[in-house]
Structure formats: structure tokens, C-alpha cells
């Protein structure tokens, strides 16, 4: 289904810890980014990476850190640093390719108390 | 950077009825803009997208056109059904060089299609 696999779907945690978000693909698309969603916003870019190894800041990364190990795989880690880190998480892949469309994922829920 | 704005942030039209949003895009190298839509739960999907060469595209009961002097782009959706409701999001991007992919959102319109 999509081919992008975002676990788990709700995630709870306590303020001042970190969590990491998984974010899995088998599209073989070399490049994947995070976004945050949040009402009345829209997608924000939190972190992209074009290839294996390399990973850019999106324009909300502050609080945020991401690996890129493998090229199926694209963790978010949702570090102490970030102010709000309530909100919902896409992950998404797509060709490394110009004006290519993006993949999402699922979706995860974070919520932080 | 390049900023997406996004009007109305909601619309109510009757089943039948046109629904238009818009979108305006400040960064003039932006050449690609997809629309996607995000069912309430759902993964936002690529319904349409419209690229910088081309003044309009039409996919069934959903058009999108492109204003590249005024910066700005439409979304375009006739005869309406209940099925449309959701919440819709423009984007753009430039497409090149350390940009691919990097689609930067509007803030979404929330369609509400009554029967």
C-alpha cells in the first residue's frame, strides 16, 4: 500500500525526552523527506535527503535530527530541543528527479505531555 | 525563500457546483506546481500538477491553470460530489539542483461538498 510505511501511527511520549519517527520505503526512490503538519499551516519541510548519506535542513529543523544509513530508511528523532513537537509527522519519497511528485506515508501522531 | 499562499482556507459548495482555490507563489524560478488532497486520517495524494511551459491541464472534472506573470495558479473542480470533500493543498517548487523535490505548501483549503 504506497510503498511507504510510517511506524507507529500514534506515539505518546513525556516532555524532555527524544523519540524517533520511522519512516520506511521499498519504492526504490532515492530521495525522502520529512514534513510536519499542524491546522492551518500546511506541510512543512523538516529535513530531505537526495541519496544515501546526505541529508538537508528543511525550513522548521531546529529541534529535529535525521539519519540517512540506508536507502529505504529516513529516521526523524524529535529531540528535548523542540519547543511544540505536538503535531502530525509525514514522511515522503520521490525520484531524484526535477519536478518530480512526492509519496507519503501514514502518517504519525505525536503527542507530548 | 519561496512562500505559497492559499485562498479560501474554506469552502462550502452545494453537490453540482464548481469549487475554485488559489494559490499565489512568490519565488518566480518556482516551474512545477502539483495540487494534492488529504482525506480526513489520510495520506495527502497528487491529484494533479502543472508545470512551468504549460498555461492549463485538465484531468477529467479537475483542471489546474497557471499564471506565471501574476504568480499565481488555480485549482479547478466541476460538478462536484460528495467524495471531493477533503482538504486540499497547493505547492511549489523549483525543480533543479539542491531543490528537487522541495515542494513548499500552502496552508490547505478545506472543501465541503453537501449533497
Known amino acids: 500500500d504506497g510503498g511507504i510505511t510510517q511506524s507507529p501511527k500514534y506515539l505518546f511520549r513525556k516532555e524532555g525526552q527524544n523519540v524517533t519517527l520511522s519512516c520506511e520505503q521499498n519504492?526504490?526512490?532515492?530521495?525522502m523527506y520529512w514534513y510536519r503538519q499542524d491546522p492551518g499551516q500546511g506541510l512543512r519541510l523538516i529535513y530531505y535527503?537526495?541519496?544515501?548519506?546526505?541529508?538537508q535542513k528543511g525550513d522548521i529543523a531546529e529541534g529535529y535530527s535525521v539519519s540517512r544509513e540506508k536507502k529505504e530508511s529516513f529516521p526523524l528523532t524529535v529531540t528535548s530541543a523542540q519547543k511544540n513537537p505536538t503535531a502530525f509527522y509525514l514522511c515522503a519519497s520521490s525520484i531524484r528527479d526535477r519536478n518530480s511528485p512526492l509519496h507519503f506515508g501514514n502518517g504519525t501522531r505525536l503527542t507530548v505531555t | 525563500g519561496e512562500n505559497v499562499e492559499q485562498h479560501p482556507s474554506t469552502l462550502s459548495v452545494q453537490e453540482g457546483d464548481s469549487a475554485v482555490i488559489k494559490c499565489t507563489y512568490s519565488d518566480s524560478a518556482s516551474n512545477y506546481f502539483p495540487w494534492y488532497k488529504q482525506e480526513l486520517g489520510k495520506r495527502p495524494q497528487l491529484i494533479i500538477d502543472i508545470r512551468s511551459n504549460v498555461g492549463e491541464k485538465k484531468d477529467q472534472r479537475i483542471a489546474v491553470t497557471l499564471n506565471k506573470t501574476a504568480k499565481h495558479f488555480s485549482l479547478h473542480i466541476t460538478e462536484t460530489q460528495p467524495e471531493d470533500s477533503a482538504v486540499y493543498f497547493c505547492a511549489a517548487s523549483k525543480g533543479g539542483g539542491t531543490s528537487y523535490g522541495k515542494l513548499t505548501f500552502g496552508q490547505g483549503t478545506i472543501l465541503t461538498v453537501h449533497p
Open positions: 519504492l526504490n526512490h532515492d530521495a
Open positions: 535527503s537526495q541519496i544515501v548519506n546526505d541529508f
